[in-house]
């Protein structure tokens, strides 16, 4: 089969498309890949500044929407079915063998490139905003990165959710991406916090989303009302911020870590839970991920080049098929 395998830790430029041998199903789910997403990990990985460090070469790609080609027995799924998945790695190919409690059911009005975008950014921010964070319909929300996948992920569902919107992005044509994407208000990131403080008459909001970090993480928490809450998804500024506790302390805030990852290694039903919930969204179109570029297979490092020149608007995907 075809993948994409990063060769060098020199960047996106280190991937190459080469002939590998096809993995074995063994328990898992073998999913021929239609369409892959492309996220920020991924980019870190081409550097070897990821967590997961496999042996070079290796297949990146955690995110797929494909058809079953071969599943057990209690898999949950059948040769044929229309998926989305989340293998972690391995993604980047035209074949790919997942965990049965990672592959979850795509409608077929749901294109391949669309449950590409979902499984990442769409599991991670239902768990932030639902489960870390504990959203309430009516609070207001503060979306960094807004117009990434990440953060168009997050403005969605918080709209979908029930929560007010306020989108902060580097550029006007950025806002007006995570305005299409449902927030209520859009600030640019220079200077966001006297902006933020205006639209919610001087009290701040109640959650900040933060998959960004970097110096803008002060300001951040001194955008938060009392007993708001920081949740900390990334780090896409590359730089990992330290959090001075007082702050904390002042106004009863909270710093809250996001690691669905580890969490679900822990709770393996969960995500199809989650998929669950968001099923019905998906299906009454009030989560509807952007596609903001769509690359071959062969133009791999270009889609990853995308993202880590802060070009990327929506979801980068990859036709694989």
Same mark, same amino acid.
């Given at each position: ?53 496999? #042996?070079?070469?290796? $297949?990146?790609?955690?995110? *797929?929407?494909?058809?079953?080609? =071969? ?5 949950? *799924? +059948? ?6 998945? @989340? ?13 049965? =409690?990672?592959?979850?059911? &795509?409608? #077929?009005?749901?294109? @391949?490139? *669309? ?7 769409? &599991? ?12 309430? !319909? ?36 950025? !806002? ?7 927030? +209520?208000? =859009?600030?640019?990131?220079?200077? @966001? ?6 639209? %919610? ?7 900040? *989303? +933060? ?6 993480? %002060? ?12 949740? /900390? ?30 969490? =679900? ?25 952007? /596609? ?6 062969? #133009?791999?490092? !270009?889609?990853?080049?995308?993202? #880590? ?10 036709? $694989?098929?």
């Amino acid at each position: 089969m075809r993948a994409a395998l990063i060769t060098a830790l020199d960047g996106p430029s280190g991937m190459r498309v080469a002939q590998i041998d096809e993995p074995a199903a063994g328990v898992r789910v073998l999913v021929d890949v239609h369409a892959a997403g492309v996220a920020f990990p991924e980019v870190l990985q081409t550097r070897g500044l990821y967590q997961v460090r496999p #042996d070079l070469p290796y $297949v990146p790609g955690s995110e *797929v929407a494909g058809v079953v080609r =071969t599943a057990a027995d209690g898999a949950g *799924v +059948d040769p044929g079915d229309r998926v989305a998945a @989340f293998p972690g790695l391995g993604g980047f190919a035209e074949v790919v063998a997942v965990d049965p =409690t990672l592959v979850f059911p &795509l409608p #077929d009005e749901v294109s @391949f490139a *669309v449950g590409a975008a979902l499984p990442t950014n769409y &599991l991670t921010m239902h768990f932030a905003l639902v489960r870390r964070g504990g959203l309430r !319909a009516g609070e207001t929300v503060l979306v960094h990165g807004a117009a990434g996948g990440i953060g168009t992920a997050a403005v969605q569902l918080a709209h979908a959710l029930g929560a007010r919107v306020i989108a902060v992005a580097s550029s006007a044509e950025k !806002a007006e991406v995570a305005r299409a994407a449902g927030a +209520d208000e =859009t600030v640019l990131a220079d200077g @966001f916090l006297p902006l933020v403080k205006e639209l %919610t008459a001087g009290s701040g909001v109640d959650v900040v *989303v +933060d998959p960004v970090g970097g110096e803008r993480v %002060t300001d951040s928490l001194r955008s938060l009302r009392p007993e708001g809450r920081l949740l /900390i998804i990334g780090f896409a500024a590359g730089q990992i911020p330290a959090l001075r506790a007082n702050r904390l302390l002042l106004k009863n805030i909270s710093a809250v870590g996001v690691g669905w990852g580890a969490f =679900t290694e822990r709770y393996p039903g969960y995500p199809h839970e989650q998929w669950a919930a968001l099923l019905p969204l998906l299906r009454e179109g009030r989560i509807d991920p952007p /596609i903001g570029s769509v690359h071959p297979l062969d #133009d791999v490092a !270009a889609a990853l080049a995308e993202i #880590d020149e802060r070009r990327a608007t929506g979801k980068v995907v990859l036709a $694989v098929r």
